[in-house]
């Protein structure tokens, strides 16, 4: 299942990130760059980065200047999340590509690929959850709360792996049909935002 597969490999890639804890840590992606791996291992990465980057901005003693540098790098973060998300669904398409979709098939509320970039969230909120669960610097009462949220957390995830699984195997069997649209982002667009294109006149 190809949930099973993206759990393992998102674990993976961010125990391998927090092994050097630093966002500018060049990426050693072990995977082949043909492969759907690749593109998942990637994109927990960049998720697992931008994490620490959301972390820094939220210090209350950070200097504006700095916040302002964080906040565009965690827009330009945000933008390749978004591309990833996209490769991860081309893949898709190719894949399914000869499918036949059923008469009556429907198309899901979201693509498999926006679904597993929740996946990718959820294990980055569990890794952490049980960071928290083990200070020893904190209350019982503290802990037992990590705790309970973990719980929710795990399964969380386990019934969206189910769901993901479902949708793809239902893709798969023409009971449900792929259709992209891709992200429209206007904030970083020069000929779409406002401020930005009433600078350059």
Same mark, same amino acid.
């Given at each position: 299942?190809?949930s @099973?597969t993206?759990n393992?490999?998102?674990? #993976?890639a961010i125990?391998?990130?927090?092994?050097y804890?630093?966002? +500018?840590?060049?990426?050693?992606?072990?995977?082949?760059?043909? !492969?759907l791996?690749?593109? $998942?291992? $990637?994109?927990?990465?960049i +998720?697992?980065?931008?994490?620490?980057?959301e +972390?820094?901005? %939220?210090?209350?003693? &950070? =200097?504006? =200047?700095?916040g302002?540098?964080?906040?565009?790098r &965690?827009d330009? @973060?945000?933008?390749? %999340?978004?591309?990833t998300?996209?490769?991860?669904? !081309?893949?898709f398409?190719? @894949?399914f590509?000869?499918?036949?979709? +059923?008469?009556?098939a !429907? &198309?899901?509320?979201?693509?498999?690929?926006?679904?597993?970039?929740?996946l990718s969230?959820?294990? $980055?909120?569990?890794?952490?959850?049980?960071e =928290?669960? %083990?200070?020893?610097?904190?209350?019982?009462?503290?802990?037992k !709360?990590?705790?309970?949220?973990?719980a929710i957390l795990?399964?969380? %995830?386990?019934?969206?792996?189910?769901? &993901?699984?479902d949708?793809?195997t239902?893709?798969?069997?023409?009971?449900?049909?792929?259709k992209i649209?891709?992200?429209?982002?206007?904030?970083n667009?020069?000929?779409?935002?406002?401020?930005?294109? #009433?600078?350059?006149?």
């Amino acid at each position: 299942m190809i949930s @099973q597969t993206a759990n393992s490999i998102f674990q #993976r890639a961010i125990e391998e990130y927090h092994r050097y804890d630093d966002i +500018d840590h060049p990426i050693n992606n072990p995977y082949d760059p043909e !492969s759907l791996d690749h593109l $998942l291992y $990637l994109k927990c990465w960049i +998720d697992t980065a931008q994490w620490h980057m959301e +972390d820094v901005i %939220r210090d209350p003693k &950070i =200097e504006p =200047e700095k916040g302002l540098y964080w906040k565009r790098r &965690i827009d330009r @973060q945000n933008q390749i %999340r978004t591309d990833t998300v996209e490769f991860i669904d !081309s893949y898709f398409l190719d @894949q399914f590509a000869e499918i036949r979709a +059923d008469e009556d098939a !429907s &198309i899901n509320t979201e693509s498999p690929a926006w679904a597993i970039d929740r996946l990718s969230i959820l294990a $980055l909120k569990i890794y952490h959850m049980e960071e =928290e669960t %083990r200070r020893t610097d904190v209350s019982e009462e503290h802990i037992k !709360s990590c705790q309970d949220k973990l719980a929710i957390l795990v399964e969380q %995830r386990k019934d969206l792996s189910h769901s &993901i699984d479902d949708l793809l195997t239902d893709i798969q069997e023409g009971k449900k049909y792929m259709k992209i649209y891709k992200q429209m982002k206007m904030y970083n667009d020069p000929t779409l935002n406002p401020v930005l294109y #009433r600078g350059q006149q």
